[in-house]
């Protein structure tokens, strides 16, 4: 085992100095209870199984009122549904023999409750006879179903196939047999490796972030799988996860390791330069994830359902990636601290980047209005497609084109018409039935609507001329709540899937300033707290927002618009809020790395134009090596069949891209010379009342 060499010359530390004291006494069994922890709770997350349920409920909406009442009138009635799609140019009739001997097969699949065949159902058979469906029911929701009882499910139709007969199926449980993780989680961690090894010129130096970044990582998911058993947690929780993971993990590790290294250069021996490292960039690390926890935690203020078991999940997260950089990384730095410090002195010649960015600091401060127009004329830019953002819930019309979801959307469109898939529902307990279907057979936008049906409660069907994606649609919605249906006595609700996307985006832009003034107000408190000044909070603030606003832009412009190829369509409803918090809190991270540093050259030499200098010479290399490694990891998500994952990966990409290279390489500096010793300006008596939490020990 490898003997560390005290030093006579002790820093002063605090408690994170103390605790990775700890840690280095204590390494095999610091490193031995991460790994109990990682395989205790993936074991028991295997035995156990997830129990996700994706809860969309918003109370008080028309869309949930209605559900509401079809819960009340048949609550045994549950289950997911799904179709199987037939297309033959000779006419369905040709091919009923293949096509009722499949489904017959399908109704002895498990789980299967029900099967209607087209053949008796006229409704379900287009005009021209080509095109025709069958709905199954299932005895279960979608994501309780097994996985390989759908698969069956598919493949006993698929066997239907033969020549001038084309079987495709729909629905949401089959849309889970064409979804995968994809390459995208090892492409990005992959990436990271690689330019972790360029960093640091060795594979072990570049391999514990990555470690530190798998242990927390892994050990979260399997806590959140446990967890999904008693809390609802969305379906899409736990790539989400692993999205901001890996790339907070490694990004965290990283700049506690980068600080380590440099302590070494500058003479302290391993033991001590782990300590200075956790007692400088760990109080970062811990400030920074502090940010991302409160801006996540945030989203509880939205008061939504489908998002509050997302935001304790992705927070839970960040803060085992933050307990891992400060228990773990200093083990591991023991435990491989000889062969690391042979490492780093051998490479010791390649500082000179600190000096690079010192000249950038300098050229930045010369006239430093020429970079801050530049950067805020790049960051205005990438934000105004986000005028145009829409929001809404994507359908199986974004699919890739070649799965058997899409095929089958495409089939209904042709044959039943674009807005065939997801009709408009529309219920009354009071209104005439028969009225209200005339009211909308007569109303622009609606190309069919069906026989009122139920008793007590009656339900009428419309089908809109356009898609459940076009804005034509929630258009329609829109005006049959406020113009059309008004106008006949009695009260009406309007619901289903379009409606519910309608009703959510509305709900997200009620409660959003509330939800902005918490996350804002809470973080540019807690930057006032550590830096002591006013000024600061107030510029983090406004550049958060812009960083923010050119990642929604930009998927906007892709996702939304269609630029570079991608399917155009509306934004997940719930998505950009996400990006919100998620973005909001990674930047800070960046703005506290950067001005710490600033913070601490300003107490040291009371020279604001110095500190700034030193500050981006300090930090500039590792917050951009951290920047494009995060990149890299966020950036593999569009790899990622799932659009919602790639919206995330896209838009935290982009933030964190012109986070570090627009706003903290030119514009921040700019600023920061700009305001020059007004940066640190705190009145007296607000100094006086506010708490003293310094990022920075009180001497070295």
């Known amino acids: 085992m490898d003997t560390i060499t005290l030093s006579r010359r002790q820093p002063p530390g605090g408690a994170l100095s103390k605790l990775a004291g700890w840690s280095q006494r204590h390494r095999w069994l610091a490193v031995s209870l991460w790994l109990l922890t990682l395989i205790g709770v993936t074991l028991?997350?295997?035995?156990?199984?997830?129990?996700?349920?994706?809860?969309?409920?918003?109370?008080?909406?028309?869309?949930?009122?209605?559900?509401?009442?079809?819960?009340?009138?048949?609550?045994?009635?549950?289950?997911?549904?799904?179709?199987?799609?037939?297309?033959s140019e000779n006419g369905l009739a040709t091919a009923r023999g293949p096509i009722d001997g499949m489904l017959a097969e399908v109704r002895g699949q498990p789980h299967v409750k029900s099967v209607t065949s087209p053949f008796d159902t006229p409704s379900a058979v287009s005009r021209e006879g080509t095109i025709g469906y069958a709905a199954i029911a299932f005895d279960l929701e979608s994501n309780d179903l097994p996985y390989d009882d759908i698969v069956r499910v598919v493949d006993t139709a698929k066997k239907a196939e033969a020549a001038g007969l084309q079987v495709e199926l729909g629905g949401e449980p089959i849309k889970r047999t064409s979804e995968s993780g994809g390459p995208s989680e090892g492409v990005g961690l992959l990436a990271a490796l690689v330019v972790l090894v360029f960093l640091f010129r060795s594979i072990l130096a570049a391999g514990l972030p990555v470690i530190a970044a798998v242990f927390a990582v892994g050990s979260t998911l399997g806590v959140i799988v446990l967890v999904s058993r008693f809390v609802d947690i969305a379906s899409y929780t736990a790539p989400l996860m692993m999205l901001v993971g890996f790339g907070v993990g490694v990004d965290y590790a990283l700049l506690i390791?980068?600080?380590?290294?440099?302590?070494?250069?500058?003479?302290?021996?391993?033991?001590?330069?782990?300590?200075?490292?956790?007692?400088?960039?760990?109080?970062?690390?811990?400030?920074?994830?502090?940010?991302?926890?409160?801006?996540?935690?945030?989203?509880?203020?939205?008061?939504?359902?489908?998002?509050?078991?997302?935001?304790?999940?992705?927070?839970?997260?960040?803060?085992?990636?933050?307990?891992?950089?400060?228990?773990?990384?200093?083990?591991?730095?023991?435990?491989?601290?000889?062969?690391?410090?042979?490492?780093?002195?051998?490479?010791?010649g390649k500082r000179e980047h600190g000096k690079a960015w010192g000249r950038l600091g300098d050229a930045v401060q010369r006239r430093p209005m020429v970079p801050l127009a530049i950067g805020l004329l790049?960051?205005?830019?990438?934000?105004?497609?986000?005028?145009?953002?829409?929001?809404?819930?994507?359908?199986?019309?974004?699919?890739?084109?070649?799965?058997?979801?899409?095929?089958?959307?495409?089939?209904?469109?042709?044959?039943?018409?674009?807005?065939?898939?997801?009709?408009?529902?529309?219920?009354?307990?009071?209104?005439?039935?028969?009225?209200?279907?005339?009211?909308?057979?007569?109303?622009?936008?609606?190309?069919?609507?069906?026989?009122?049906?139920?008793?007590?409660?009656?339900?009428?069907?419309?089908?809109?001329?356009?898609?459940?994606?076009?804005?034509?649609?929630?258009?329609l919605v829109e005006r049959l709540r406020t113009e059309v249906l008004p106008g006949l006595p009695g009260k009406y609700l309007v619901g289903g899937s379009v409606a519910a996307a309608v009703d959510f985006a509305d709900a997200v832009g009620d409660r959003l300033p509330l939800f902005v003034l918490v996350v804002v107000g809470l973080s540019a408190l807690l930057l006032m707290v550590v830096f002591r000044s006013i000024l600061i909070p107030l510029k983090a603030a406004l550049l958060n927002l812009l960083s923010i606003g050119a990642a929604l832009g930009v998927m906007t412009a892709v996702f939304g618009d269609g630029l570079f190829g991608a399917q155009p369509g509306p934004i997940e409803a719930f998505v950009p809020v996400l990006i919100f918090a998620i973005v909001f809190g990674l930047s800070m991270d960046y703005e506290v790395f950067l001005v710490s540093r600033m913070h601490e050259e300003w107490r040291r030499t009371g020279d604001a134009r110095h500190a700034v200098r030193q500050g981006l010479a300090s930090t500039g290399g590792v917050i951009t090596a951290a920047a494009v490694i995060?990149?890299?990891?966020?950036?593999?998500?569009?790899?990622?069949?799932?659009?919602?994952?790639?919206?995330?990966?896209?838009?935290?990409?982009?933030?964190?891209?012109?986070?570090?290279?627009?706003?903290?390489?030119?514009?921040?500096?700019?600023?920061?010379?700009?305001?020059?010793?007004?940066?640190?300006?705190?009145?007296?008596?607000?100094?006086r009342r506010l708490p003293h939490v310094a990022l920075e020990p009180s001497s070295r």
């Open 378 to 475: 790049v960051l205005v830019g990438l934000s105004l497609p986000a005028l145009g953002m829409r929001l809404g819930f994507a359908d199986a019309g974004t699919d890739p084109e070649t799965s058997t979801t899409r095929q089958a959307y495409d089939l209904m469109s042709e044959g039943f018409g674009p807005g065939f898939s997801e009709p408009l529902v529309v219920v009354t307990e009071s209104g005439d039935g028969v009225a209200l279907r005339r009211k909308l057979e007569a109303t622009p936008g609606i190309a069919e609507v069906t026989p009122p049906m139920g008793q007590g409660v009656t339900t009428v069907l419309a089908f809109p001329t356009s898609s459940p994606q076009d804005e034509a649609t929630a258009d």
């Open 630 to 687: 995060m990149i890299l990891v966020f950036g593999a998500f569009l790899l990622n069949p799932d659009r919602m994952l790639a919206q995330f990966g896209l838009g935290l990409a982009v933030a964190v891209l012109v986070d570090a290279f627009v706003i903290r390489c030119l514009v921040v500096p700019a600023v920061m010379r700009l305001l020059g010793e007004r940066a640190w300006w705190l009145p007296r008596w607000l100094d």
């Open 44 to 87: 028991g997350s295997q035995l156990a199984g997830s129990a996700y349920h994706d809860d969309h409920s918003l109370p008080g909406t028309e869309s949930q009122q209605i559900m509401d009442l079809f819960k009340a009138q048949a609550p045994a009635q549950t289950g997911a549904t799904a179709e199987i799609v037939f297309k």
């Open 257 to 348: 390791f980068s600080r380590y290294r440099s302590e070494i250069l500058d003479g302290l021996d391993r033991e001590h330069a782990a300590r200075r490292a956790l007692d400088t960039a760990g109080r970062s690390v811990l400030f920074a994830g502090g940010t991302v926890i409160i801006a996540l935690l945030g989203l509880l203020a939205l008061g939504l359902g489908s998002l509050r078991g997302v935001a304790l999940a992705v927070a839970l997260t960040v803060l085992v990636t933050m307990l891992a950089s400060i228990t773990l990384l200093p083990a591991l730095l023991s435990l491989f601290g000889r062969r690391l410090e042979k490492g780093i002195r051998k490479h010791a």
